[in-house]
């Protein structure tokens, strides 16, 4: 089993909250992912890092901001939450070759 | 630009019947990987299968198998003696080995719906 977790799993707040969402992983791996999903919808891209210090936007433009000062470690940050962005924010990482990745559990945000 | 593209949004299957999921992919690329994941409802997505270009033979794991066919760049995923718990979203994926094109992430299809009926 995997192991890279995210923190919360559920998440419902008001607009204009600041909100993280946490993401940490065990297996030393240098490749982190953040993607966003709407129900039974496709996967979207939006904030990757190939290691330390190093941080890159994704496919899709998102509001979020992360960082990775540790290399087990990429949280994400909206620094004020709005309605457009419930969703559910998935957290990945993966090795140096095959591209394989693993999936944490999934954080849902709903913002009212 | 290479694309995975999965043309069925939804299926069905009755339960212990046998289903066929596809997805094509386009690259100009020699050595790549391909995957299967699955997403079921409300839980964690998990890898089913991993294919690797250079191996002719089809990946099987369990009762889930590929037909992969390179020429065609047709990667289709049979899950046989389909149970309930396979109920899910099924996302193809593609990765690029280590050729010029390769961005170090994954490409992913839209995903294909997968209702098991009892």
């Known amino acids: 089993e995997a192991d890279i977790y995210q923190t919360p799993r559920y998440l419902v707040i008001g607009t204009g909250k600041k909100i993280t969402l946490e993401c940490s992983q065990t297996?030393?791996?240098?490749?982190m992912y953040w993607y966003q999903q709407d129900p039974g919808m496709e996967l979207h891209l939006i904030h990757y890092?190939?290691?330390?210090?190093?941080?890159e936007k994704g496919d899709l433009s998102s509001e979020s901001t992360v960082s990775r000062i540790r290399t087990e470690h990429f949280p994400l940050t909206l620094e004020s939450a709005r309605p457009s962005h419930t969703s559910q924010y998935l957290c990945?990482?993966?090795?140096?070759?095959?591209?394989?990745?693993?999936f944490g559990e999934g954080s849902r945000l709903t913002v009212l | 630009a290479q694309t995975v593209t999965q043309s069925q949004p939804e299926m069905s299957v009755q339960e212990a019947e046998t289903v066929t999921l596809s997805c094509t992919y386009d690259?100009?690329?020699?050595?790549?990987?391909l995957f299967w994941y699955k997403q079921p409802p409300s839980r964690q997505m998990i890898l089913v299968i991993r294919?690797?270009?250079?191996?002719?033979q089809n990946a099987t794991e369990n009762r889930f198998s590929v037909n992969f066919q390179k020429a065609a760049k047709s990667f289709s995923l049979k899950i046989s003696d389909s149970q309930l718990g396979d109920t899910a979203m099924y996302f193809c994926?593609?990765?690029?080995?280590?050729?010029?094109?390769?961005?170090?992430?994954?490409?992913f299809g839209q995903g294909t719906t997968l209702q098991v009926k009892p």
């Open positions: 890092s190939y290691g330390v210090n190093s941080t």
């Open positions: 294919q690797e270009a250079y191996k002719q």
């Open positions: 994926a593609f990765f690029p080995g280590g050729g010029s094109s390769n961005t170090g992430k994954l490409i």
């Open positions: 297996m030393g791996h240098d490749k």
């Open positions: 990945a990482s993966s090795g140096p070759y095959t591209g394989e990745l693993f």
């Open positions: 690259t100009s690329e020699n050595n790549y990987y």
